[in-house]
């Protein structure tokens, strides 16, 4: 059976847009809430493979999207490299800051897809259970938002001593993106061999680098990953989300090689149409907090999102994550509306 998220992503014409949700397993589903009660410690929960299996397979079962991405984390690979990194609850990641030459010589590549093993054998447990006209996405962060949570120690709005140190030390810099560039493109070789059909470059924090910080530390090394992966693994589409870049989407879809550019509120639906080349798939570009506030409102913006994009490859998609507070029928509308258009 031919798979919807696929089709699109090689840029043939189906019967309808494909779609998943951006953290479409998590807080706002009961079930999801009880399988993460069993687990304490958060990096326990994502490395045990038949708890991220079963939470990567939830929001399928319920709603039925066309692509499963694999229940995991964008920090998985800092903590790989040797990077001392925890969750602390509703403050979020914390870690050890790497903001020198000492700190940096305490990173490995070496043990990585030893320790990523548990991220693997999901990935294969997860192809094997999913239905056969399901895809399967796997995932990384770019190096620039993995340098941010590993410059500032956690995450804040700004980000200031990532930028400051970018500014002021751009060989230091440069050689912890490196290592971060080298870490993500083996994540995502090891996960296409488990079984991912599909692999989305997640840079949460792209829009707060701007000018040459963004050409340097974005664009170049989603470049450089993009490019070597597909020489891995040609046939595995990449999708890329460099959040809130704003019209420096055009750049970014421009100069980088992915299959895929997923979109956010930093652009309206009429930019991306009218900008960004035909031939490139445009993922997004719903208000998540509308999801979870307005249903009404959030069917009628999801009803012009999806006219508006009706002559061009298209996967519908959150303009972010799905937020804990999203009613659970809400999501089902939502479904049921994009399976009929």
């Not at 305490?106 to 259970?129: F, G, I």
């Not at 989300?241 to 970014?252: C, E, V």
Request: proline fraction near 6%; glycine fraction near 6%.
């Amino acid at each position: 059976m031919k798979k919807r998220l696929l089709e699109c992503l090689s840029g043939k014409k189906i019967d309808r847009a494909p779609f998943w949700f951006m953290r479409q397993a998590g807080r706002y589903l009961p079930e999801y809430r009880e399988l993460r009660a069993k687990h304490k410690h958060f990096l326990e929960f994502c490395y045990t493979p038949d708890a991220a299996t079963e939470a990567t397979l939830q929001p399928i079962r319920r709603f039925g999207m066309d692509a499963a991405i694999i229940f995991s984390d964008i920090l998985v690979v800092p903590h790989a490299l040797g990077a001392e990194v925890t969750f602390e609850e509703g403050e979020g990641p914390r870690i050890n800051p790497i903001t020198d030459n000492y700190g940096l010589k305490s990173l490995s590549l070496d043990a990585l897809e030893e320790k990523l093993q548990p991220v693997y054998q999901a990935l294969r447990q997860t192809k094997a259970a999913l239905p056969e006209e399901t895809a399967l996405i796997g995932f990384a962060g770019a190096p620039w938002t993995l340098a941010c949570y590993m410059v500032d120690g956690r995450g804040t709005r700004k980000f200031d001593a990532t930028r400051k140190l970018a500014e002021q030390d751009g060989l230091f810099f440069g050689q912890l993106i490196n290592l971060l560039t080298r870490a993500v493109i083996r994540h995502l070789d090891l996960q296409a061999k488990a079984g991912a059909e599909v692999v989305q470059l997640f840079d949460s924090w792209a829009g707060i680098a701007s000018g040459e910080m963004y050409m340097n530390h974005v664009v170049e090394p989603a470049f450089r990953i993009i490019t070597e992966f597909k020489k891995l693994h040609p046939q595995v589409p990449v999708i890329a989300f460099p959040r809130q870049s704003g019209t420096k989407f055009l750049d970014y879809a421009r100069q980088t090689g992915a299959n895929a550019l997923s979109l956010d509120d930093s652009v309206t639906p009429a930019w991306a149409k009218m900008k960004l080349p035909p031939e490139l798939v445009i993922q997004g570009m719903l208000d998540q907090n509308l999801l979870a506030e307005n249903k009404a409102a959030m069917l009628a913006q999801a009803k012009e999102i999806l006219e508006t994009f009706a002559n061009r490859p298209f996967i519908f998609n959150l303009a972010h994550g799905i937020v804990p507070k999203t009613p659970v029928e809400h999501v089902s509308a939502l479904c049921d509306l994009i399976r009929q258009s």
